[in-house]
């Protein structure tokens, strides 16, 4: 299973970005789909995930800001960033579970400037 990251950039305090993680099979037939984050210097955290049965969850700093979801017709998983804040910057990475493991794609780069 591949998955692939990809719509960070710079933006600043405020704004919004969008990330899709992309599967090489379908997304709904995932367990589940998770989006983490590592800032420099820091560990690796959970942001949100998505279950299969459409369920989502999301760490507390992230709540009413950002929204984890599915879409059939691209086949990813998205992840909609709003009121973004310098501390939100980090490299961010999708996780995928599929048949009792997990598959990484690389990570990408979001960047808020205040």
């Known amino acids: 299973v591949q998955l692939q990251a990809s719509g960070g950039g710079l933006v600043q305090a405020g704004g919004s970005v969008r990330l899709s993680c992309t599967a090489s099979?379908?997304?709904?037939?995932?367990?589940?789909v998770g989006w983490y984050r590592q800032a420099p210097g820091k560990e690796r955290e959970w942001v949100a995930s998505?279950?299969?049965?459409?369920?989502?969850s999301y760490t507390e700093s992230v709540k009413g800001r950002f929204a984890i979801s599915r879409s059939l017709a691209e086949n990813t998983v998205n992840l909609q960033m709003n009121s973004l804040k310098p501390e939100d910057t980090a490299v961010y990475l999708c996780?995928?579970?599929?048949?009792?493991?997990?598959?990484w794609g690389q990570g990408t780069q979001v960047t808020v400037s205040s």
């Open positions: 996780r995928g579970w599929y048949r009792g493991r997990e598959h």
């Open positions: 099979i379908r997304v709904f037939s995932m367990t589940g």
């Open positions: 998505i279950a299969n049965s459409g369920s989502p």
